[in-house]
């Protein structure tokens, strides 16, 4: 999802193209080189699923064996129960957490991912910049939709003041120590794509509704249904392979969407 760009040049010689040197085009690096190296799978994840299941009260044990490790993607409705975040997560919230000049602030921007999607924002700063009005479109601003990792201690020790552990996940799953952050208004989300983690992930809808598009991979298009859509509400967790399916987003409904996650393994 990383949205750093990479330009390739090539240098022409010869009759026609002499020895000028053409830029080519820029391309989203980590879509492209997940989608160049990513190795032929086995369709058998994909072939059966028709829709996306919603299920509560799962058991650790029926999650492991149906759906941790299958690729089967899963909605759990009552994912966050116990949870604070959906009180307390708010674009102020983590304009607060991340303030200009803050620690978390700088080692996000050093150390982290930012996802810029098809905004204008180069950082997170600069989203953090925007007033709430911009934020929540009231001054008739276009839609907007971001993301970034947080691997800053102190930020994830508040963050994890307000989320736990998801409850159905196995016991013997570990979550990884990175947050994965997505924020946005409504009318906007992220292009279709396939990441390249090293684990299946977890994403908790805090605030806000969420579309999302599945696809399976270009070798089982004649396997498998061709697009599996699912919406996600505040308080549900989907679960998906996100190395497996194509996926895009979409935040639809009228609230500001944000969602937390992370992958286990």
Sequence with gaps: QNTTLVRLWFLFSGSEAGSERVEVCAVDAVDYMAEVFRPPTSCDFCRNVTLVEKLEHVS??????????????????DGTRNWTA????????????????????????????FFPYKTNFSSLEEVFDMDTDRALMKD??????????????????????????????????????TDWIFM?????????????????????????????????????????PKTVQVVVKPGEIIVLDT??????????GTDISITIGSEYD
């Design 243 to 252: 190395n497996r399916w194509y996926h895009s987003t979409l935040n639809v």
């Design 184 to 224: 946005g208004s409504p009318g906007y989300g992220a292009h279709m794509h396939i990441d390249a983690v090293e684990h299946p992930s977890w994403q908790a809808q805090i605030t806000g509704t969420k579309l999302w598009t599945l696809e399976p991979p270009p070798e089982c298009y004649f396997q498998c």
């Design 140 to 177: 008739g601003s276009p839609p907007w939709y971001i993301g970034w990792s947080n691997c800053d201690l102190s930020a994830a020790n508040t963050l994890r003041t307000h989320y736990k552990r998801p409850y159905f996940l196995p016991p013997v799953a570990e979550s990884s120590k």
């Design 86 to 113: 959906s009180k307390v997560f708010s674009y102020e919230f983590f304009k607060t957490l991340y303030s200009k000049g803050s620690p978390a602030l700088q080692n996000v921007e050093e150390n982290c991912q």
């Design 60 to 77: 650790p044990e029926h999650f492991e064996k149906v759906y941790a490790y299958s690729s089967v993607p899963v909605v759990i409705t």
